[in-house]
């Protein structure tokens, strides 16, 4: 019979700790319990255990959903296991039951790993002055660390090949690579034409390596987390989904806002024994442009479907806009712009209200709303980190509607200008001419209005995003 679930973090703390008894021939007991807000299929529990030699911080990551034997955490656990002995900085993993049978003491699939110290909020990396001197070694360990991982031997790993690059856009993100905005398409016909020599060797691929998954201390690189995205295949994958400007977070320093292409290659090629050109590494950074791209369209396509009623989901998919700016500016097709923020004019929304309706106004009202957001709700000293990051977003949707509420009318206007002349008569049929050759995507008209049509988006979504150049 299977053990009952449980996700109370203090009943799961003192199952682990009756396990542990077990696992290392000792009494050990529970201290705390508590659920780390991480990631979207695992739960995470930050549990510290005691015994004899004293007090040990643990992490246990958990699927209390999965059927039995479906939590995926032993395919996970290989790659970390083949990790830590390729001397790539992991967490050791101590115990672990991949099924919800009556072995896993827990009743679903769970991890125990090692607690390492270490941060992991890149706002904090990047700007603190504790990380000073990380920072200026950053892109040095990265590329170890990297050289290190795609040194691993795969047969320990049981990792899947992802194929052709392009062709596992297509395959991954299906339904978005169909329906692509023009700017990513522009950016997929460019990577098609110039592939880039391949690395010597095909080998494991991380596949999420970025600020965010690495834990950092002020001096070193402590840890490489999250490798559900693990795969084979070419190693520039990681280096480029690195350096992409997404993962800078509005840092200019190519190597994830701390540091230069020319380090990162010379440290990788100490260890790798190999040197890749900055022209392939250029080439993977703007395919992880494209990829995190369509990953917007599907996180978005996930709430419209109703898979996952959540506001994060929803607000993300306005962002690939984003995506697409980037991808325009290393293409040459357009230049940082400086567009002042609608919400900072004095205009006027141009088909906000009317009919019955009594002030407020809908502009009115919806600032009504994002100044509680931000003044009240952000403001508040007692509120968790994950609230406080939510209002974030809040308050960064209801700035979208409220811009689009402002210019929505004339855009529309100007978008139905510009697209007339090429005979399509919107953003989307742009896109499937592009897709499907009626347009070609060399012509310099077209490009241009493809990069009016993403300036737009972008003015709506983030305008500040617009002055951000490449690097």
């Known amino acids: 019979?299977?053990?009952?679930?449980?996700?109370?973090?203090?009943?799961?703390?003192?199952?682990?700790?009756?396990?542990?008894?077990?696992?290392?021939?000792?009494?050990?007991?529970?201290?705390?319990?508590?659920?780390?807000?991480?990631?979207?299929?695992?739960?995470?529990?930050?549990?510290?255990?005691?015994?004899?030699?004293?007090?040990?911080?643990?992490?246990?990551?958990?699927?209390?959903?999965?059927?039995?034997?479906?939590?995926?955490?032993?395919?996970?656990?290989?790659?970390?296991?083949?990790?830590?002995?390729?001397?790539?900085?992991?967490?050791?993993?101590?115990?672990?039951?991949?099924?919800?049978?009556?072995?896993?003491?827990?009743?679903?699939?769970?991890?125990?790993?090692?607690?390492?110290?270490?941060?992991?909020?890149?706002?904090?990396?990047?700007?603190?002055d504790a990380y000073g001197s990380v920072r200026d070694d950053f892109a040095r360990q990265a590329g170890t660390v990297l050289a290190r991982i795609h040194a691993m031997k795969s047969t320990s790993t049981g990792l899947d090949h992802i194929g052709d690059p392009i062709e596992a856009l297509h395959t991954l993100f299906a339904r978005e690579y169909a329906h692509a905005p023009a700017g990513l398409v522009l950016a997929i016909d460019w990577l098609d034409r110039h592939r880039p020599e391949s690395a010597p060797s095909d080998t494991v691929v991380h596949g999420d390596f970025r600020l965010g998954n690495l834990l950092i201390t002020p001096d070193r690189i402590s840890a490489v987390l999250d490798w559900e995205l693990a795969h084979l295949g070419d190693p520039m994958e990681d280096l480029g989904w690195l350096c992409a400007k997404a993962w800078r977070f509005g840092v200019p320093r190519p190597v994830a806002g701390m540091g230069a292409r020319a380090d990162l290659l010379d440290a990788y090629a100490q260890v790798a024994g190999w040197r890749p050109t900055e022209d392939a590494l250029r080439w993977w950074e703007l395919y992880a442009t494209v990829r995190w791209g369509l990953i917007c369209g599907s996180q978005a396509n996930r709430y419209l479907d109703g898979t996952e009623r959540s506001m994060e989901l929803a607000a993300i998919g306005r962002r690939s806009a984003e995506q697409e700016f980037d991808a325009l500016l290393s293409l040459g097709i357009t230049t940082p712009v400086s567009i002042p923020d609608p919400l900072n004019t004095e205009e006027t929304a141009l088909a906000a209200d009317g009919g019955p309706h009594t002030a407020p106004a809908l502009l009115d009202l919806l600032d009504a709303v994002s100044g509680f957001l931000t003044d009240e709700v952000a403001a508040d000293s007692g509120i968790s980190p994950q609230v406080r990051f939510r209002t974030r977003v809040a308050g960064n949707v209801l700035a979208t509607v409220r811009r689009q509420v402002l210019l929505g009318a004339q855009q529309a206007e100007a978008s139905r200008r510009r697209l007339a002349p090429l005979g399509v008569y919107s953003s989307a049929e742009l896109a499937d001419a592009l897709r499907g050759g009626s347009l070609a995507a060399g012509d310099d008209t077209v490009r241009a209005v493809v990069a009016a049509e993403v300036i737009d988006r972008l003015t709506v979504a983030n305008p500040k995003h617009l002055t951000q150049p490449d690097c």
């Not at 659920?35 to 643990?58: F, H």
């Not at 001397?87 to 991890?111: H, I, K, N, R």
């Open 1 to 128: 019979m299977s053990m009952m679930r449980s996700t109370n973090p203090t009943e799961v703390g003192e199952r682990i700790a009756e396990r542990l008894s077990t696992v290392w021939d000792r009494p050990v007991t529970l201290r705390d319990a508590r659920v780390v807000p991480a990631g979207a299929s695992r739960t995470t529990y930050a549990v510290t255990v005691g015994d004899e030699r004293g007090d040990e911080a643990i992490i246990v990551r958990a699927a209390p959903a999965a059927a039995p034997g479906a939590g995926g955490l032993r395919s996970e656990v290989d790659v970390l296991r083949a990790a830590y002995v390729a001397g790539v900085p992991v967490p050791e993993v101590l115990d672990l039951s991949d099924s919800a049978d009556e072995q896993s003491v827990l009743g679903f699939p769970y991890a125990v790993m090692r607690f390492v110290d270490g941060e992991s909020i890149a706002r904090r990396i990047l700007r603190d």
